[in-house]
């Protein structure tokens, strides 16, 4: 049964900083300023009613530090699609690490998360679950969102170069979070006894080196149970991977 919280964490530490161009105030003023914080005024949506035919919007919600080594997003469309995150699409198919510089060019080492409960399901297509905006938090420093088909509300706040994610699980018997490595070859391992997966992608349209890899470190903070690891050979050969936790 899973009544508490699931994180994985890619480093265990997770540091804010907020920098001040403004000149010395006093502590009345500082406190006054320091209240309404202007990264809360940035909405990482606009721009994501993105319509191909119209060439319209052509953004997606980048959940991400400033400078940082990787982006993060949820995924609307399946992997291949440049308009990821569409604003008027209903289903969440994972939330993803993005490389992505335009819509155009597509995007590239992106790997994605998702939680679901019940039954297995780990094709895009199928795993995909119904939310809505209104229950969505999206900031650039933290994204929250309820996955109404499965009960769970999954959350993440970047670094520099990773993130936190929290996944809040109902009581279920069967529960999982699924580490998707997409297509043109990936590899995942899972080290249970280490509480960690590791593994690479190379999903990519073009102009990369022949050795291009992007590798990948997860680290839980709770047990979990093996049930299946996954290969990509090309983009036709897939063998499931699950990730049970064990309380």
Known sequence: MINTALKIFWIL?????????????TDHESSESYATNLVDYVNPLMGTDSDFNLSNGNTYPAIATPWGMNFWTPMTSKMGDGWTYKYDENKIRGIKQTHQPSPWINDYAAFSFMAITGELKYKEDERGS????????????????????????????????????????????????????FFKGSMVKIIPEERKIIGYCRNNSGGVPE?????????????FEVNHTWIMIGSCKKIPLKVKASM
């Open 13 to 25: 530490a997770l540091v804010s900083c907020f920098i001040s161009c403004d000149n010395p105030k």
């Open 130 to 181: 119904w939310f809505s905006h209104k229950a969505e938090t999206v900031k650039p420093h933290h994204y929250k969102v309820y996955l109404a088909d499965y009960d769970v509300t999954a959350e993440i706040s970047p670094t520099e170069r990773a993130a936190h994610f929290k996944f809040t699980f109902p009581e279920s018997e069967s529960s999982f979070i699924i580490l998707d490595a």
């Open 211 to 223: 050795n291009f890899h992007n590798y990948f470190v997860a680290e839980f903070d709770k047990d």
